[in-house]
């Protein structure tokens, strides 16, 4: 594949599963959930460095965010990490490394592309493990992976999933509104909520009490 198709190949999970040769997509979610290939990595990354940044970004310190980074930064940054036998990102740190304090998102970005890649080429369930693949082919790939799960764990779309998990709840209550009782039935879904009315006007009723939420109202 072109690597102009796979620069923003992790926006489509199904190619993205393809790409990594798993036949399902289970197998693909397993992979994720594998603490030695996968999960306990990205949580370290995701607790200790996006997680606090978001925070301060919130609190108006905002600064360059760790999606922005480019591959060939972070490879950049393995190497003069790695260089002269340091092992900067390779070796293993414990969870509570005091050297990683100061770290920026290029650093927590090259150890995290850095273990993984060598996890799962070294470990016999590893992604990688016995493939005929070049570093460059195996980081690219591990990149993709990366990028979905900050894709995934952004504050746009987290917010989204918020306000529309607050809208579900608000409208879960049975709303009455001159003297009778309307139902709503909800699609969890999609990013919208679907509204079941039996009276005319409770639309508009229903859509005064949520509008600071804003959600898609459809009715059927």
Known sequence: ?????????????QKLIELL???????????????????????????????????????????????????????????????????????DHQHTDPEKEGWTGKDWLAWLLSHLVT????????????KNLTLEERERQMWQVIQRFLADTSDSRKTRSGTRAEALQLLSRPLRHRHRRYNYS???????VTVRWWCRGVLE??????KEYSPTLRGS
């Not at 996968?38 to 607790?47: A, G, I, N, P, S």
């Not at 016999?124 to 016995?130: E, I, K, P, S």
């Open 21 to 91: 040769g798993f036949d399902t997509k289970e197998a693909y979610e397993q992979w994720t959930k594998t603490d030695r290939l996968f999960l306990t990595f990205w949580k370290d990354f995701r607790e200790q460095w996006l997680l606090p940044q978001r925070e301060k970004a919130r609190e108006g310190n905002k600064k360059k965010r760790s999606k922005d980074a480019t591959l060939e930064e972070v490879r950049r940054q393995i190497v003069c990490g790695e260089a002269n036998g340091r092992r900067r990102y390779s070796r």
């Open 186 to 192: 909800t699609d969890q879904t999609r990013n919208q």
């Open 1 to 13: 594949m072109p690597r102009k198709a796979q620069y923003r190949l992790f926006q489509d999970k």
């Open 205 to 210: 009723a229903c859509a005064e009490r949520i």
């Open 119 to 130: 996890s799962n080429t070294n470990d016999l369930d590893g992604l990688f493990y016995r």
